[in-house]
């Protein structure tokens, strides 16, 4: 659970996202960001800029338009994954594409692109350092989500690969997060460069969180369908170490299901979670997610700042290794 | 023709093109960005900024790469804007995603959109309003698009509706062009301005030249079919001005044309040209064209710099008055 100081935080963000003006006119252009920004999410980017900006001070009012920067690149990224996915839904509800057309979806998404920059623009701090930072992170992004489709066309990955691919499609945009919220607190270099490496590992964490609770998560707790990366062939964290760690017969196994595409949903789940269970996946994926939080808590420990301050930041990571959806 | 002098700048940018360094891994997404803009064009944009500066200042080396930054992003629109249309081909060579898939190109353009800003973060000048301008550039070039795709699913465009959105769509980046060299030289914001609106003005009369020589361009220099806007019935300012001052025998005759979708292509092109030639079509065409050349000229003249230096300037504006490519 979130604590109530986060939940609150979260609300504040929510309030003044509906309160963004991304434009109006061709409303085509500009409806589809309204919907995609109303579908909801956690809201962890703009909560992570926040929290790290209260390392080190209090107003953080005046820094909650550009923290909402990194939420709406956030759903540029979405919105254009989704296209490249064919996926149908997002968080429950149709996705642009779906609602409105492909065409649509492309290019309301590039404008939101622009509008993250746009957002961002207005943050206190040194504009180059941050919009070089930013640049750093989007490329970033979009190289891990080539690297993600690149995956989808090979079993031979490894979990080197795997972690980079991950580094750099979720997690940097955390690192990204908590180095802004420094670079608008004016903190020297040292600090924000602290503040991005904590991110970047929270993020692997993160990622390898969301790869265990799809396979692993309370169905009740979890919004979306257990198994569902299963059913996709995903080549997560516990596919590849599944692979590498299977003997000839189990590896067999494994692909024998990875190329059932019509089978019983419920039984193909089953049968690859069983075959994890075998593998002891699921601990293995634990200690690799906790090495990356591990380190994550480390880096905050080591910050030079007064212990009090560090506490909610604390609270929202024990929040990330804890949460059940 | 171009003057040797432009044929020079327009050397000098094709040449600091081949050195830029846009990115390796993964080469699936940043392969597609070194092929697009290795398919040439006459990089107007960039000499706009080169030939702006050098209203002011000599040295334009020290600001190439950032000139550079808006062929970037006017190679990004296209790179999506081909998908969008479907387009096969581009400068008579396969598109990004004929040649790689659609994923592709909606990922390469994506990054090729943050690579621009990249490139431009380096711009000598202030960042703020560099970026300030650009942002505002992106988002319009975007809306341009969005109503160009809109005015697909109507007849019911006005004159005016069109002007506003090929300012959109092109004119607004080649008033950014002529603002950013301003910027670079460090002009006060009476000056960028200025150039901005003049920019603005010859992008209008850029593409009512566009629209023209689709029809009346000579095959034989003109590089692409003529005819193609009409048999793609594409709302260009020919068609709209000639269904406005249509007859109703002729506005019927014109939309039996528009809905000959398997007509032979020769018929339907020399049909639709007989009726512009009844409705004068051609020189409405030209005084329109000229009307906004006419603003540009005279912004230029009135624009208080030393006469001698607005020569290049003054000699690329009679080139696109020209041009029959």
Known sequence: MMTTEIQSLSARINARLES???????????????????????????ILVLLSYQLFRDDIEEILDQALAVEVF????????????????RRGKATVHEKWDRNTAILSGDVMLVKAYEMLLDAQGDTKTIFQAFNACAAGVCEGQQFDMDFEQT??????????????????????????GAFM??????TSDALYAMGVDLGIGFQLKDDLLD????????????GGDILANKKTFLLLTALQRASAQQREELEFWMHQTEADPKAKVAAVTA???????????????????????????ELSVEEQRKRTLKDFIDYLIQREQ
Do not use: W
């Open 74 to 89: 956030h759903n540029f990224t979405l919105m254009h994954d989704d296209i490249m996915d064919e996926a149908p839904l």
């Open 215 to 226: 396979v692993y998560g309370d169905q009740e707790k979890f919004g979306k369908q257990v």
């Open 185 to 190: 607190a004016r903190k020297e270099k040292k």
């Open 20 to 46: 963004v003006n991304y434009g109006s006119t061709p409303s085509t252009l500009y409806e589809p960001i309204r919907y995609i920004m109303s579908l909801g999410g956690k809201r962890l980017r703009p």
């Open 275 to 301: 075959l994890y269970d075998q593998l002891d996946i699921r601990a293995l994926t634990l200690d690799k997610m906790n090495e990356y939080f591990g380190k994550g808590l480390l880096a905050l420990q």
């Open 155 to 180: 079993t031979k990955v490894s979990e080197d690969g795997y972690l980079r691919m991950i580094q750099l499609k979720t997690a940097v945009l955390l690192g990204f997060s908590l180095q802004l």
